[in-house]
């Protein structure tokens, strides 16, 4: 499993988007069950509260998750995408932490 955004990975045949909107030309593998909710992703782009971000982000969607469901249900294969820069704030690295931290695996950005 690997992380990646639109515009590098969007047209691998391996592609998943965890973004709560792909771009219109995507036509990729979408998994919502991971997407930030609206609110969050707005109030994020106010206040630049990463912290804030993150806790919300577990308690609205990873605590409901259980990390080797999803995992199997992505595929080991599978390249999570959203929309941010490699390096920049993304909850793509909140997902590959929480599933590294979880099942002992190493997820790496595509750069």
């Given at each position: 499993m690997k992380t990646s955004n639109f515009?590098?990975?969007g047209n691998n045949p391996n592609a998943?988007?965890?973004a709560a909107r792909a771009p219109s030309w995507y036509?990729?593998?979408e998994?919502?069950?991971l997407a930030p909710k609206y609110w969050l992703l707005?109030?994020?782009k106010k206040d630049?509260?990463?912290n804030f971000y993150i806790t919300h982000y577990y308690e609205d969607i990873l605590n409901k998750l259980d990390p080797q469901k999803t995992f199997n249900e992505l595929g080991k294969d599978a390249i999570l995408l959203c929309w941010?820069?490699?390096g920049n704030f993304c909850h793509r690295h909140i997902v590959?932490?929480?599933l590294s931290k979880n099942l002992g695996i190493k997820i790496q950005e595509i750069v």
């Open positions: 515009r590098l990975s998943v988007s965890i036509k990729g593998r998994y919502k069950k707005l109030k994020y630049k509260d990463s941010e820069k490699p590959s932490q929480w």
